[in-house]
């Protein structure tokens, strides 16, 4: 039963509200016309209200000559002040109107008289509708004041009544069809809070319509019956009915419009909060009030827009120094200094960059470097590496820092085989060598308050970049060191040999290479062959 009801609320948002994609031309009319219906429904329902109160429900006052004949007056006067009113009410509020028509012929933002027709509209239809029920109530007055001042008093009562049922119920009506074009008028330029829009003074004007003007009949009634000597029971029993009829009955039809008036925006905002939670932070939600709610709905906006630019930046920091440096600083904070922690490198670098730059076109270059960095990138983030910086040609991987491995040196040395084999598969035309690594190194963030970069300083980095450049004159184009091949796992360890031992440019200390088992590098069975033929 609630999901009928909230589908038949949704249908019924729908159809005020009018079909979506139509253009403003379009909202106009169909607003101008629903309008107009709604605001002559309601004058029509106090008009009526009026004169059936006035004529069957509160006694004339005692004295009158011919009552007949008053009502008579009464009645011709009222159809001819409503016949004549009325095209009066339209003309004028066609009048009020024509700047929203003007906003609707174009496709720009609206200038402020357009804006105040659209977020003071419900308030000056209702100012035109006080007028319009004081004139007629003015004139009605003084037309019976003639035949006795009770009789004035009573349909000035009668016609405060009708004219405050009438101008509350144009102001809800109004303030909920004019929603969609406030909506595009607020999306331009949200208007600061007006206290004129806000929950107050809706809650009054449905209070005043619901249950203020109810009570005000009975007193009036209650008056009545004591200034009115031949006020029967019967007739004080049906006022009262009468009254108590309208209490619930139009009481809940403007309860509603104004409980509703205050749920939509607070419905909208809830839904856009649930959409956040699920992570999407494209939600927004209309702005189409220019009170309380109003101001709800766009600080919505405004949280939702700051979250979008808050997650496009720490995208962007993640990019650039990589997403487990920027969750760690957004985690822990960013201070200069740094931390010795045991790590892994990988140092993979270009042979012949330089001559490939001189020989083709930069944008060919461009595209080799980044598909060359792509592929480093990838597999280094399979396997639980971090890319800590790009040196022109050259990639720095770091396993272990900042977020811990189970096995740095055993996913450093898989990713570092798994690169090579990628490389020669689908770039041949480049030519990487490759160097890992391990050991102790210090990760932190170095450089001054106003710009620092994280990065990773020690002698395994040294040796992998040394392994790397000595890794290009090889078959495999890929080395290890013996340290991080005794650092990893069996089962990554069991994929490599054991080499010679070499001194590093730049390194006191010896080297004892290591390189991946796998397939014969490309002219081993050629030259295996030759020899074989040559002892033969």
């Not at 004028?92 to 174009?106: K, S």
């Not at 109004?174 to 406030?182: D, M, N, T």
């Not at 487990?324 to 010795?340: I, K, N």
């Not at 010896?510 to 796998?518: I, Y």
């Amino acid at each position: 039963m609630a999901v009928g009801g909230r589908n038949r609320a949704e249908r019924l948002r729908t159809w005020l509200d009018g079909p979506s994609g139509v253009s403003r031309v379009g909202l106009e009319r169909r607003t101008r016309w629903m309008l107009i219906v709604a605001v002559g429904g309601a004058n029509l329902a106090g008009a009526l209200f009026v004169l059936l109160f006035s004529t069957f429900v509160m006694p004339d006052p005692p004295g009158l000559a011919d009552p007949a004949r008053v009502r008579l007056v009464n009645l011709v006067v009222f159809s001819a002040y409503v016949l004549f009113g009325a095209p009066i009410g339209i003309a004028w509020g066609i009048r009020l109107c024509r700047p929203l028509r003007t906003f609707a012929a174009h496709d720009g933002e609206p200038d402020e008289i357009e804006r105040r027709a659209v977020l003071r509209g419900p308030l000056r239809l209702m100012a035109m509708q006080a007028t319009l029920w004081a004139s007629g109530a003015a004139g009605w007055a003084v037309i019976d004041l003639a035949y006795s001042p009770l009789l004035a008093l009573k349909v000035s009562m009668i016609t405060l009544l009708g004219a405050i049922t009438t101008c509350a119920l144009v102001y809800l009506l109004a303030e909920r069809l004019l929603r969609p074009f406030a909506a595009i008028v607020m999306a331009s330029r949200p208007t600061p809070h007006d206290g004129w829009f806000g929950i107050t003074p809706r809650t009054m004007l449905a209070w005043a319509l619901g249950t203020g003007v109810p009570l005000l009949g009975l007193v009036i009634t209650a008056v009545a019956a004591l200034v009115v000597t031949g006020m029967s029971l019967t007739q004080l029993a049906v006022t009262i009915l009468v009254l108590g009829g309208v209490a619930l009955l139009v009481g809940f039809e403007v309860t509603y419009i104004a409980a509703r008036a205050v749920a939509d925006p607070v419905r909208s905002v809830r839904e856009g909060l649930a959409r956040i939670e699920r992570g999407d932070l494209q939600a927004s939600v209309p702005v189409y009030d220019a009170g309380e709610l109003g101001g709800l709905q766009a600080g919505f906006n405004h949280m939702a827009t700051g979250l979008r630019e808050n997650e496009r930046i720490r995208d962007l920091f993640g990019r650039h120094v990589g997403e487990d440096v920027a969750r760690h600083a957004l985690e822990h904070g960013v201070a200069l200094g740094g931390e010795v922690c045991e790590a892994a490198v990988i140092f993979a670098d270009l042979k012949g960059s330089t001559r490939l730059a001189a020989t083709r076109p930069p944008g060919e270059v461009v595209g080799l470097l980044n598909a060359y960095f792509g592929i480093v990138v990838e597999v280094v983030a399979a396997h639980g590496g971090l890319i800590n910086k790009f040196q022109g040609d050259a990639a720095l991987a770091v396993f272990g820092a900042p977020q811990q491995l189970e096995d740095p040196a055993g996913q450093a040395l898989a990713a570092a085989r798994k690169l090579s084999h990628r490389l020669r598969a689908e770039l041949p035309q480049l030519h990487a060598g490759i160097g890992v690594s391990s050991g102790q190194v210090v990760a932190g963030h170095i450089g001054a308050e106003q710009r620092l970069e994280y990065t990773v300083i020690g002698d395994p980095v040294n040796e992998a970049a040394r392994l790397s450049d000595l890794a290009k004159s090889t078959d495999e184009r890929l080395l290890a060191s013996a340290t991080v091949v005794g650092a990893a796992h069996q089962g990554e360890a069991s994929r490599w040999r054991l080499g010679n031992t070499v001194t590093l440019r730049g390194r006191p200390a010896r080297t004892r290479l290591a390189s991946p088992f796998g397939p014969p590098p490309p002219g081993t069975i050629q030259r295996v062959l030759r020899l074989l033929n040559h002892r033969k």
